[in-house]
């Protein structure tokens, strides 16, 4: 079975701390990415990565970096994190042009 | 830019009703399409993948048809059951297969009723 892990379901931060999402793929997958999901607003993407050390920016960067240092895991960085990055993120892998399989879900509240 | 339209944004049916949900695009250049459901608070689940030269993909209950010339497609779910419900998306894939065309729409929240 397809997997898409992410490390953390439920976190608390406070605001300016810094805060890693990670998420593992056991696909060999090249392309994964990074979105976040808010209510009316649908899903809006963060970062994405065509494949190792490779990233570029989605619609919604600011105050977000990614990392990917193996195929496996990409990893999401809020530098110093604030109360409107309160949301849910969700991580998703894909071979190109296939299916994209997503994550469970990381709920983050920042207060 | 691709926008993808889910109308309704809520539909509730008893259970063991057939019934269609609907996704429409404005770009028909599109590569593929992908149905995913999505229960509460959990991510999404993958249903079905319509690649652009397809007409249709099945999977148990489930049909979808993909008419690129008219920027639809729908999602048949046939008897449905109360495990069905959930909040059905769709997303439609650019022209070049880019992870930045990647369209999602903003779903249709289902209840089947028992």
């Known amino acids: 079975d397809v997997k898409v892990t992410q490390s953390s379901r439920y976190l608390v931060k406070r605001t300016g701390e810094k805060v890693f999402l990670e998420c593992v793929q056991d696909m060999d997958h090249e392309n994964m990415f990074w979105y976040r999901q808010d209510p009316g607003l649908g899903l809006r993407l963060i970062y994405f990565s065509y494949d190792v050390k490779m990233k570029e920016k989605g619609d919604i960067p600011e105050g977000y970096s990614v990392s990917r240092e193996k195929k496996e895991r990409f990893s999401l960085i809020l530098e110093s994190a604030s109360t409107n990055q309160t949301s849910m993120y969700l991580c998703?892998?894909?071979?190109?042009?296939?299916?994209?399989?997503f994550g469970e879900g990381s709920w983050l509240t920042v207060v | 830019k691709q926008e993808v339209t889910q109308i309704p944004a809520a539909l509730s049916v008893p259970e063991g009703e057939n019934l269609v949900l609907n996704c429409s695009f404005t770009d028909s250049a599109i590569y593929n399409l992908q149905w995913f459901r999505q229960d509460p608070g959990k991510g999404l689940t993958s249903l079905l993948l319509?690649?652009?030269?397809?007409r249709e993909q099945t999977s148990g209950r489930l049909n979808a048809s993909l008419d690129k010339s008219s920027g639809r497609s729908t999602l048949y779910i046939a008897a449905s059951q109360p495990g069905d419900s959930a909040t059905y998306l769709c997303a439609v894939g650019g022209s070049s297969g880019s992870a930045r065309q990647l369209t999602f729409g903003s779903g249709t929240q289902l209840t089947v009723l028992p």
């Open positions: 319509i690649q652009s030269s397809q």
């Open positions: 998703a892998s894909r071979r190109f042009g296939n299916t994209i399989y």
